[in-house]
């Protein structure tokens, strides 16, 4: 088995930029207190079933319900519940529950785990991976026959491994995958296949990354139900609208889920998850993190619990002399984390740092550029070839320009991964045109990925226009079009809150 | 830098300026930069604003006038700066009245207009065309980003209809100050002879300031593709498309139809394909679209140069195309686009 290799045109490669992880790893100490959303990843958000004053054990379930699409939340630290209430997490208002910890660092495993995973039944394996968290992985979840995804293990035709970090800050596969890890991967690879066992399975992986390639094809010689593809790291890869159509050369029901066609898609660090629930009956309490970007002094990864807050994990690590904007898992499409006393949730991959660059340039517009990045070549980082590290670019909030009209220039629609025209929709929504015309010219294709506003001259915030005019049009009572697509359950998609 | 900073910050506290105010705001931000930093998603921008891109595009217009200036001397300084001294005032009225910023657009029409004039042009007829262009050809329709035509190309077309006799007969010999009547589009038509192909490249024939000296103008364009300033498409198009023309109608009608090369490099085919149809703001966005452009911009000009009364047929051809370009887009989008049914 050799790995395939498959290209992206559109989209935009992110190449050199400054503040890329480390290559440590550190386990970090139990914080004091963690908060616990009770809904972290996919699936609706979870009742509590412990009140204020109980003790728990790290690993302890504290808030579940069969009955909805979700998956069970647990304690990530042993300690006692102070309070359980609603708070304003990623915007919107969910309950979370906050536990004092007392400093231990052993945790409760799940009932029924086997380090000989083989003499496991599908179904004690779907229960194993339900009961952990690990359900919840995924932009759609993984089926586990509970209701941890919409659609039942039976129903997946294809699983995507996302391998590809395409972002402008990537958590490095070579720390999660060093020390063995690689063999757990592999193991959770086919734990995965035997739960589901109808899915052919598609791993993809960074071009460069040479030596994993081959290991993982060794690894996986023996098998033939696993295709291992290498791809060019271009943003936004990483979604599943654009992997899904490159991999399985089929079309994504843009404004539905992958699992509406029987495809999941998931990351690295997911199957590690299986691996640990399934071999290692380890539920999921821990996160590896990396912190990224110019704002942080040093950048390790990071082994965290669930529920730290994300001041336990920045401390000491982040820059005092400048102000900072702290970002979670993307510069293009991330929140920013502006009450660092919220919680790290099963979501997080990266924490990244970049600093509020407000001081003014002399002659800006004219510096050569050595060390910024711009899709048009009109600065010299332009004649620098990929992975040169001569010249790392610098990454900061600034806006590097005014707004101003658009003059037509396509560069976003050069870069659009799906193939629209921000431009065009732009001038239609900036109109206040909210018509049938914007179904027509696919605005519900959108993935909100920015790279339109990222490449803009004239600094229009493209990428969110076209999502005022979903929004707008959503309002008026259009609905997206299902273009002929077999789904699957789409009204369990619908009933999601 | 420090003394600059102090200089624009005592302006800014005069108030007889307080009208002049979008003129400080444009030199303090050229000068200066922003300050300011991304509202939510995403978190970061690319470093290009249009200024850069619009400094790329004078950047690769620099060769040509530089080689306008070799080859006329101090009156092609002249016209250049009356050209922009004349089109900034009109900019900065409309910034002024309007109440919005300078755009930085100008700064490339204020260079390509003078280029495309005879070296002998009066000053005042200058100054008339760019206003015309910027005003009609730009500000009337809302600004930039929003005109059909060519602001540029509708100045130039404005002062070869309105003074047909200085435009069109009075051209100047490279390097010398002798006037002649014909440039070597129309020695070909009236007399069949064609200049060496070397001396067109060069630039020692005569013909309009800045579209003479050919191989600065493709060392521009070049440069101008590279950076992503300018689509490709046009150019190639347009340029491929009067070869093509040229070279079928030159085997059916040589008296009519001159040969392909000469084509090619004689008038202002080379800077219009590079610097006028690619102005994005007045031709297709769409790829279908600017070959579409591209390729009818070339017929029409080896038609008008050849069967119309006009020796030069570059410039009509653009605004022609111009006017199309909604009209191609709109088209071009049908077809990829089909209408949902709901």
Known sequence: ?????????????????????????????????????????????????????????????????????????????????????????????????????????????????????????????????????????????????????????????????????????????????????????????????????????????????????????????????????????????????????????????????????????????????????????????????????????????????????????????????????????????????????????????????????????????????????????????????????????????????????????????????????PHHLFHYVERDVIDETLLSLKIFNCIECNLCSYVCPSKISVGQYIKQGKQKLLEEGFECPSGGFELKAVEKLKSLK | MKPIRLLIDKLYKIRALNKAKPMLDAMDAAMFGTDETTRGKPHIVDTIDTKRYMSCAIAALVPAALASVYFYGFRAIMIIAVSYAAGLFVEFMFAVIRKHKIHEGFLVTGLIFPLVLPPTTPLWIVAVGVMFGVFFGKEVFGGTGRNIFNPALVGRLFITIAFPAIMTTNWQDPLTDAITSATPLSVYNSEGIMAPYLDLLIGTQPGSMGETCRIAIILGGIFLMFTRVGNWRIPVCYIGSVFIAALAGNHFLPEKIAPPLFQVLTGGLLFGAMFMATDPVTSPFSKAGKYFFGISCGILTVLIRSFSANVEGVMFSIVIMNAFTPLIDYIVLKFKFRPVKI
């Open chain 1, 1 to 421: 088995m050799t790995a395939k290799h498959k290209s992206f045109s559109r989209g935009y490669a992110f190449k050199n930029f400054e503040g890329q992880p480390q290559d440590n790893f550190l386990q970090i100490n139990i914080p004091e207190k963690v908060i616990i959303p009770l809904k972290q990843g996919f699936g609706d958000e979870v009742p509590p079933i412990v009140k204020p004053g109980d003790k728990v054990a790290a690993g302890q379930i504290i808030a579940r319900d069969d009955e909805s699409v979700s998956s069970p939340v647990h304690s990530s630290v042993n300690g006692k519940v102070i309070q359980v209430e609603q708070v304003n997490y990623s915007g919107r208002e969910i309950n979370a529950v906050t536990i004092e910890s007392d400093g231990t660092d052993d945790f409760q495993k799940l009932d029924g785990f086997s380090s000989e995973w083989e003499n496991l039944s599908a179904e004690q394996i779907g229960r194993l991976i339900y009961l952990s968290g690990a359900g919840s992985l995924g932009k759609s979840g993984i089926p586990t026959g509970f209701n941890s995804s919409i659609i039942s293990p039976r129903d997946v035709e294809n699983v995507i491994i996302q391998g590809v970090g395409s972002e402008v800050h990537n958590l490095s596969l070579e720390v999660l995958l060093r020390d063995g890890h690689l063999w757990h991967f592999i193991v959770g690879l086919k734990i995965l296949k035997k739960l589901l066992t109808n899915a052919a399975f598609h791993i993809a992986l960074d071009k460069s990354a040479k030596n994993l390639i081959t290991e993982v094809t060794d690894f996986l010689a023996d098998t033939d139900s696993f295709g291992i593809y290498s791809l060019k790291p271009k943003y936004p890869l990483d979604y599943d609208e654009v992997l899904i159509p490159i991999l399985l050369d089929r079309e994504f029901p843009h404004g539905f889920s992958s699992a509406n066609i029987g495809v999941i898609v998931l990351d690295i660090q997911a199957v590690l998850h299986v691996y640990e629930a399934v071999a290692q009956g380890k539920p999921l309490i821990e996160r590896t993190i990396a912190l990224c970007g110019g704002g942080f002094r040093e950048r390790p990864h990071l082994g965290v619990r669930i529920g730290s807050p994300i001041e336990h994990v920045v401390k000491d690590r982040a820059r005092q002399d400048k102000e900072l904007r702290f970002i979670r898992n993307s510069s293009l499409t991330g929140e920013a984390l502006s009450d660092l006393s919220s919680p790290v949730d099963r979501t997080f991959n990266t924490i990244i740092a970049l600093p509020e660059d407000t001081e003014r340039e002399f002659l800006a517009f004219a510096r050569p550029g050595f060390k910024r990045d711009s899709y048009s070549r009109t600065v010299l980082s332009a004649l620098f070839k990929d992975g040169s590290d001569t010249f790392q670019k610098t990454c900061s909030t600034n806006l590097h320009g005014e707004e101003r009209p658009c003059i037509f220039c396509t560069f976003c629609e050069n870069v659009c991964p799906v193939a629209i025209i």
